[in-house]
């Protein structure tokens, strides 16, 4: 189903697509699987790099709240009884302190109507239709496009007749597309479980603990319902997967969690050593001289003299 507000969208989309496309065709062959791997990982990038500024804030805000957390905790004890006025001192906490709770949601909101748009397309291209720009010399190679054995516009629910016209194997595309969907389910279940184990391990008492776990196990599931996507679109949901482990390992590595004193007051942490530092400390410690060990001292014990050989000793 289109909707017609993202028709601005789908045609951006088709065009990056068409120059991206064209860019790998000087090297690659137009038809060929690796042009449009690379293409829809190119896109995908691009598009992460695009959306990269929503990531940061939604770090930062995330950073804030973990920093509040002592004085969330003990609100949440002293209001235990009174949901409705703890809510709200929560609240006027988290806006002191500049956090945005909702913060989290930015990338995925901005994602939606990328994952919409790059949906439409390739369903497009699926059916041989040159729509939103695109050529039908584009569109055919695309569907003469094989990943691995599997035809790139293919879905797990393509028939095998409909596969056979696309000169694969029925049996070699399904396996590469179920490969493909494990592949998606497993990198969403990392995803989920990079942030959620960062979160609970900051606040273990927090109550939507068991909500965040549950979340966690579920997420890989919804990975199943790609089995009716496009390769080249669960494709895309691989290479953001693995972007966003990437992107919030950096993050998490530059900044570990906050520390607070007994009294519940944050340390301020210590800055993180640049790239440049680390490798002049490597190379500092690897040319450093191995000192040679010191030499064994052996004490000599004196010899004890017969006493016939004794001075002043008398022969018997």
């Not at 293409?39 to 790099?49: A, D, K, N, P």
């Not at 060990?293 to 008398?314: A, C, L, Y």
Request: charged letters at 15%; one cysteine or more; glycine letters at 4%.
């Amino acid at each position: 189903m289109e909707l017609s507000w993202l028709n601005w969208l789908y045609t951006a989309i088709a065009q990056v697509i068409t120059w991206i496309h064209t860019g790998y065709s000087t090297v690659i062959s137009p038809d060929s699987g690796l042009n449009w791997a690379l293409t829809v990982i190119t896109l995908t990038v691009l598009m992460r790099i695009l959306i990269f500024p929503l990531f940061l804030k939604q770090m930062r805000s995330s950073k804030k709240m973990q920093e509040l957390a002592p004085k969330i905790q003990d609100l949440r004890k002293r209001y235990k009884n009174d949901k409705q006025r703890m809510n709200q001192e929560v609240m006027r906490v988290y806006q002191e302190g500049g956090a945005n709770p909702l913060g989290g949601c930015l990338p995925i909101v901005a994602q939606f109507p990328i994952f919409i748009s790059m949906f439409t397309v390739l369903n497009a291209m699926a059916h041989g239709q040159p729509k939103f720009g695109m050529s039908q010399e584009l569109v055919n190679n695309a569907r003469d496009a094989h990943i691995f054995g599997a035809p790139f516009p293919a879905t797990f629910f393509t028939s095998a007749a409909d596969i056979a016209k696309y000169n694969a194997d029925p049996v070699v595309a399904k396996i590469v597309l179920v490969v493909f969907v494990a592949i998606s389910s497993l990198t969403t279940f990392l995803t989920v479980r990079q942030s959620v184990t960062r979160s609970m391990a900051q606040m273990p008492d927090n109550p939507m603990a068991q909500q965040q776990k549950i979340l966690m196990y579920i997420s890989p599931l919804f990975a199943v319902f790609s089995l009716n996507f496009p390769l080249g679109l669960i494709l895309y949901w691989v290479t953001t997967n693995v972007w966003t482990l990437g992107q919030q390992h950096w993050f998490y590595s530059r900044n570990p969690m906050p520390q607070f004193d007994a009294k519940g007051n944050l340390i301020p942490p210590k800055p993180p050593a640049s790239l440049l530092s680390r490798f002049r400390k490597t190379k500092e410690t690897a040319e450093e001289p191995v000192a040679p060990p010191e030499p064994k001292i052996v004490r000599q014990q004196p010899t004890r003299q017969p006493r016939s050989k004794r001075t002043g000793s008398k022969k018997s």
